[in-house]
């Protein structure tokens, strides 16, 4: 027999609550009942998103929120400042590309800290910058990104917008939207709201939806005015995935109930002591500035790091991540976000001890879990 454990940074594991829920019977979208679930579901994705404004809800992976993000904000040929520092960031590029937005790429090192001043030099160089595209969290490589200081920067840009890609941040760390000026904030079902994937996020401020009044580029599926019409209804523009919606219903009262303060509390804790569980084994953290929803460590020396992720899920049924692109075979990702508790930590640094036997590292056995229960003791 062999035991799974999920520690991916999406998809991430789904409380038995929430897949009880999902597996009734399906109700109908055009129904009072279906309604009164998509009518509290607003009110709890505003709490969590720290906003008065609608929270659109689609019926798509992540990426469809990202790619509304410049149809329906921008208009062909248009300029926009892209913070490339890993996987997402170039998605934010490649979707500016794809749409005829011009990207002013900022090429930050992966994993690297980003200064805000650098934002504000690109604002300052390229008058007529219509929106600044950023991660919360750049998920492969681990890196939280200041999006506070550079949200405050933007705000004094009245013709710039600030959209922040918080797939591996909302649920994770507070972002408040209304206070921190952040016009649009982009999430995903399968990350921090432990959920199955197939659902995006996106909380619009008023000068966003001012921007939306003058996009051309087309949309048609990703129409975000008619969503705002729709939603405020109780209602999605075309059939919604509905099992999703009624699980959401009950992740987002599980967010509540818990209260965000102590959401926030329990992924900087598990982070915390992920690192150091890795550290007390002598490993090395890929970040400058560590996100609490993942956590990308160094294969050591001599060891590929393809082989520590390979040989965790298959050997020991911990599912992880590896490297993607320039990082694959040099690290390996531990997600510490949504349905996760101490016993996740503690599994992950044991697994990661076998493991690294196996490859035959040299380190004093039982150093990563003391290090990482110690940690964990007050949680
Ligand atoms: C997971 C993730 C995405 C979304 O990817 P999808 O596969 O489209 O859901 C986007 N940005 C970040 C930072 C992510 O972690």
């Known amino acids: 027999m062999q035991k799974r454990y999920l520690l991916a940074p999406g998809p991430t594991q789904i409380p038995p609550e929430v897949l009880l829920k999902m597996a009734e019977p399906i109700i109908h979208h055009r129904n009072p009942m279906f309604e009164t679930v998509v009518e509290e579901v607003r009110e709890n994705l505003k709490y969590l998103f720290g906003t008065k404004n609608e929270v659109l809800i689609f019926s798509s992976s992540g990426t469809g929120a990202m790619e ?11 300029k926009a400042i892209v913070v490339r520092s890993g996987k997402f960031g170039e998605r934010w590029a490649n979707i500016c590309k794809a749409y005829g937005v011009e ?15 650098v934002i504000e030099k690109a604002l300052k160089e390229n008058p007529g910058v219509k929106a600044v595209y950023t991660q919360a969290t750049e998920t492969s490589t681990g890196t939280r990104f200041p999006t506070k200081e550079i949200a405050a920067i933007v705000k004094n840009y009245p013709d710039t917008l600030m959209v922040v890609d918080g797939i591996t941040g909302v649920g994770v760390f507070a972002l408040p939207m209304d206070e921190w000026g952040i016009d649009i904030l982009v999430g995903g ?6 959920l199955p994937p197939g659902l995006a996020f996106a909380g619009v401020s008023d000068k966003a939806w001012e921007f939306n009044k003058n996009s051309k580029i087309p949309k048609f599926y990703f129409n975000w005015a008619k969503e705002l019409d729709n939603l405020k209804k109780n209602q ?18 599980m967010i509540k109930e818990e209260g965000l303060e102590n959401v926030y509390k329990r992924s900087e804790i598990l982070a915390n002591a992920t690192r150091e569980g890795a550290m007390a084994l002598g490993l090395k953290i890929f970040s400058r500035n560590p996100s609490p929803a993942v956590t990308a460590i160094y ?11 390979k040989t965790l899920w298959k050997k020991y049924g911990v599912t992880g ?10 690290i390996f990702r531990l997600a510490t976000l949504g349905y996760a508790d101490k016993y996740d930590v503690i599994t992950a640094v044991a697994a990661i001890e076998f493991t690294l036997k196996d490859l035959g590292y040299k380190f004093q056995m039982g150093a990563g879990v003391a290090k990482a229960v110690d940690c964990l003791k007050d949680l």
């Open 68 to 78: 509304g993000a410049v149809t329906n904000m921008l208009s062909p040929g248009d």
């Open 103 to 117: 990207a002013i790429n900022i090429d930050l090192p992966w994993g690297d800290v980003l200064d805000p001043g």
């Open 189 to 194: 079902s399968q990350k921090a709201l432990m």
């Open 236 to 253: 999605t523009n075309f059939t919604p995935a509905i099992s999703l919606i009624i699980g959401l219903r009950e992740s987002l009262k």
């Open 299 to 309: 294969a050591p020396e001599g060891i590929d790091g393809q082989a520590i992720y």
């Open 321 to 330: 991540a590896g490297g993607q692109d320039q990082l694959k075979g040099k």
